[in-house]
């Protein structure tokens, strides 16, 4: 059998009157099923029992027994969590200080007006402004296959896959399918060079490189066009372009050709030595 004992305390404050359930060890204000030591439910809106959902607990405050506080997040992972999964409003504002930087301590952070205004930290003696420096994301990747394995069939637009991944400082590549998912919102620039074995060229005809955004949006094309009939030629291509994306945006380079009807092979190799190797590259540089 459990029991429960439950006080409702009423104090004046001021000419006010402050609200409090206590249940066991945990206090709640304007909630009888408080989540921690100490709970605010900023909205009235949790429910009398459960887990309040992810709305819920956007309103509220927490003091959880190891001594964090919750504000927007029932579960903080660190002293002060203002990491609300409704990012409706998650901003924390900090304020000015006169002290000295040895007054105000290590790790203290103020902000100043000084030039334009800036954000600043305390190193124990001096204050220092805090520059965020994240690792730029360079992917640099080739096609090392064997010759006549990747095919780009007639008037359809065929991502390139299997990519030999060079470098990925940013992880943010998958070489398999041939994509990058763009770890910050910004400009990406982007090269694409390709090259088709050799092959008769019909009059007026072209092949494209594709920039592919979220499986649908194209955002780049460059066109290769040919006017010699039916001539020999190497069929070839490049790319270089500045591309726009969100966080989370996925790219992928396609080619689209229309030279040929029917499916025609990128000149590979992986044979290092071989003059077909080399010849497909891919490059993206955060700017």
Not at 196 to 222: D, H, I, M, P, W
């Amino acid at each position: 059998m459990k029991i429960f004992i439950r006080l409702i305390r009423v104090t004046a404050v001021s000419g006010c009157l402050i609200f409090s359930n206590v249940r066991g060890q945990s206090v709640g204000i304007n909630t009888i099923n408080p989540q921690a030591s100490f709970h605010v439910d900023g909205s009235k809106d949790n429910p009398n029992s459960g887990t309040p959902t992810s709305a819920q607990a956007a309103n509220d405050v927490v003091f959880t027994s190891s001594g964090q506080i919750g504000v927007g997040t029932l579960t903080p992972a660190v002293k002060i969590d203002a990491r609300s999964t409704v990012n409706t409003d998650n901003a924390i504002a900090i304020g000015k200080t006169t002290q000295t930087a040895s007054d105000a301590g290590e790790g203290a952070v103020r902000y100043s007006s000084f030039n334009g205004g800036k954000m600043q930290y305390s190193d124990g003696t001096v204050w220092q402004e805090l520059i965020s420096t994240p690792t730029k994301s360079v992917v640099v990747a080739n096609l090392q296959v064997a010759n006549f394995t990747v095919r780009i069939p007639y008037q359809t637009a065929t991502g390139i896959q299997s990519w030999n991944e060079i470098s990925d400082s940013a992880n943010s590549f998958n070489s398999s399918a041939g994509t990058f998912t763009a770890p910050r919102t910004g400009v990406y620039l982007v090269s694409f060079t390709y090259d088709f074995v050799r092959v008769a060229l019909a009059s007026g005809y072209f092949s494209e490189a594709r920039y592919v955004v979220n499986g649908n949006n194209t955002v780049k094309k460059c066109i290769k066009s040919y006017s010699n009939t039916s001539r020999q030629a190497q069929i070839a291509g490049s790319c270089l372009a500045g591309v726009a994306l969100n966080k989370g945006d996925v790219l992928q380079p396609q080619i689209y050709q229309s030279v040929y009807n029917g499916d025609l092979s990128l000149r590979t190799d992986n044979t290092t030595s071989s003059p077909d190797y080399g010849f497909i590259n891919l490059s993206i540089v955060e700017q």
